[in-house]
């Protein structure tokens, strides 16, 4: 099996001279298809940093991404923009739905951003919403849901433009321990496959029995790697 | 655009009913102001041409230090003869416009505004819709025109006597409305002659000439020739620009409707951009997410300037619609109501809302161009 991302020396700082702060050192970063890697540790010790840049959305100072060998940080920012719509799913950590429209309509969204008809990407929603379980909530608007029907609401608009990674930020840190156990459970069990990885930032220990890979960082550095897989 | 994008756009804006009503109120507001200034600006500057415009002759000849119809310079007799042997001119007539004072039976005295019409041609005549035009020239004979002002005069009937300048009149015709003048006056109509003979005049008499040509390009050379000996020569709309300009420009009255107007604009702009503003920064983080899902700037440009359009057009559409059934009400209870409703005031109006559109897109672009999809991630 190949590797679905690769990342060499990412290097990240913000500020300049004397108020310049490392949030990444020197990451190297591999990732396989069909794995479920999770990128844990302390507040401040760079892995939100670490997934932006890997999903193409802060630009690193050194070093390079590349996505199913595509050099992602070499892509203009629009071509980029289309790279992320085609190719990552994010599932934040707020969710981040629309609050004043549907499920349906909030996980057309991606589709519709594909310039997909507005009744094929209904379709494609719907079905997405099947696999998350809300079928029979299409119509209610986030603020109608339980946070974890919110999470999975967030979850089938990651997946359904049929992404190769899928991003998930904190994705239990608004649930009770026992919804984002189930969560977690439910996208290792139903949403990763053999074409696809998800990479999950996370302080949540509760749910690390699901990685395949966990990777502890800190202080901008992968300190050590835990491989559940083998 | 895409229509899903479109469709969704449409929906977020429409969702928070609070905002979206208070959009469109705030654009209709100034679209509603904006028009009934313009409006009655119009209106002021078509009734100032009013001597103008329901006499129709084709060229007007005047002293050449006139500056608006207020301001009659009289012409000597030679001017007409001289212009009548000038080429192309087909017809030329004297005119008398000046005002008088009519003595009310009650006692009171009434100004009017009384033309003079030539007494061979009576050209300029009005429309007769009570009695015979050629009365006129029956003794002490004037022609009352019923208009909004006609009441001023006792609403007076045919056979009506009344005492001019010391001089006795007698109605012999009521004449059709005209385009009102500026002042409120009524309208008396009598011959040439007559006014001539009734009312105080200096040693010159003829107010214009009036001249019709034979064909329409001999008003260059008619021009010049006028210009030859002293005189100017102005067609129709050339003299209606040149009143409305000097009503616009040195009565004060264009810069006072300007102001009025320019507020109305700021009024409108500050409730339409700020509360489409407030509606950005509340889904800011919403557009943010877009973004790192992979909308592009442009889809985000789009649909704001969708979003502000549509508001912006629902208003201007409101706003025309109040303004002009707010101005055929005004009419319908005060005939002396002055606006008019042009297209030139509906685009102008059009201008302003679409200032107002790119004033709130702006202000949301700006802040949405300006999230990082980073920002998103960080909280």
Redesign the interface.
């Known amino acids: 099996m190949g590797w679905i991302l690769e990342a060499s020396k990412l290097v990240k700082w913000f500020g300049e001279k004397s108020a310049k702060t490392f949030a990444l050192r020197g990451v190297d970063l591999k990732v396989a298809y069909g794995e479920m890697l999770f990128i844990v540790g302390p507040s401040g010790s760079g892995k ?1 940093t670490l ?2 840049v890997i ?1 193409g ?2 630009r690193p100072n050194e070093g390079w991404v590349k996505i199913k060998d595509v050099e992602i940080w070499k892509l203009k920012s ?1 071509d980029l ?6 190719n ?1 799913g ?1 599932v ?3 969710y ?3 609050p ?2 549907t499920a349906l ?1 909030n996980v ?6 594909k ?4 009744h094929e ?1 209904q379709k494609k929603a719907l079905a997405s919403l099947e696999i998350v379980g809300l079928k029979d909530k299409i119509d209610l608007p986030p603020y109608k849901l339980s946070g974890g029907e919110q999470q999975r609401v967030a979850i089938a ?1 990651a997946i359904v433009s049929e992404p190769d990674i899928l991003i998930f ?1 904190e994705p239990t840190a608004s649930l009770d321990g026992e919804t984002g156990k189930n969560i977690i459970s439910f996208v290792r069990h139903n949403i990763l496959n053999d074409k696809r990885a998800i990479i999950v930032v996370t302080h949540d220990a509760r749910i690390f029995r699901f990685a395949d890979r966990i990777l502890h960082m800190e202080d901008g550095l992968i300190k050590n790697e835990v491989n559940h897989a083998s | 655009m ?4 479109a ?2 756009a449409i ?2 804006l429409m ?2 009913r609070a905002k979206f009503f208070t959009l469109i109120l705030g654009v209709t507001f100034a679209v509603f102001l904006i028009l009934q200034m313009t409006s009655l600006f119009t209106g002021i500057l078509t009734r100032s041409t009013s001597n103008v415009l329901n006499v129709g002759a084709q060229v007007w000849i005047m002293d050449p230090t006139v500056q608006s119809d207020r301001t009659i310079v009289p012409l000597p007799d030679y001017v007409l003869s001289a212009v009548r042997s000038m080429p192309g001119v087909a017809h030329a007539f004297p005119i008398y416009q000046g005002s008088g004072l009519v003595k009310l039976p009650n006692g009171a005295y009434q100004s009017v505004n009384i033309v003079g019409l030539d007494d061979d041609s009576l050209f300029g005549r009005p429309v007769i819709i009570e009695g015979n035009l050629y009365d006129i020239y029956s003794e002490d004979a004037f022609i009352v025109v019923k208009d909004a002002e006609y009441k001023k005069l006792g609403s007076p009937k045919i056979g009506a006597t009344f005492e001019i300048n010391d001089h006795r009149g007698v109605i012999v015709a009521i004449a059709r409305p005209i385009i009102p003048g500026l002042f409120g006056n009524p309208t008396l109509y009598t011959t040439y002659t007559r006014a001539i003979q009734y009312l105080p005049t200096t040693r010159f008499t003829m107010s214009y000439v009036l001249v019709n040509l034979k064909d329409p390009s001999y008003l260059d050379s008619l021009k010049q020739e006028v210009t030859r000996i002293g005189y100017r020569a102005l067609s129709q709309d050339e003299f209606v620009n040149m009143i409305k300009n000097y009503y616009m420009f040195k009565t004060g009255m264009g810069i006072n409707i300007l102001m009025m107007t320019l507020i109305s604009f700021i009024v409108g702009t500050s409730i339409a951009g700020q509360t489409f503003y407030a509606f950005v920064l509340e ?1 800011l ?2 557009f ?9 700037n ?2 985000l440009i789009k649909t704001i300037i969708l979003q502000s359009s549509f508001v912006s057009f629902l208003g201007f559409g409101f706003g025309n619609l109040i303004c002009s059934s707010y101005i055929a009400f005004a009419k319908m209870r005060i005939p002396n109501y002055a606006a008019i409703i042009t297209h030139k005031d509906i685009f102008m109006t059009f201008i302003v809302v679409i200032l107002i559109t790119a004033f709130s897109s702006y202000l949301g672009i700006r802040r949405v161009i300006k999230i ?3 920002d ?4």
Do not use: C, M, Y
């Not at chain 1, 923009?81 to 085609?86: C, I």
């Not at chain 2, 895409?2 to 994008?5: A, D, R, W």
């Open positions: 939100t997934l932006s999903s959305i802060l629009s923009a289309k790279f992320r719509l085609h990552i994010f934040f950590q707020e981040h739905l629309f004043k429209l309509e057309s969204i991606p589709l519709i951003l310039s997909i008809p507005w990407a608009r930020d | 895409n229509t899903g994008l469709k969704i929906k977020l969702s928070d889904n983080e919403k943010g997410a877009l973004k790192a899902i992979g909308a592009t442009g889809d990082e999809p980073f998103v991630f960080r909280g």
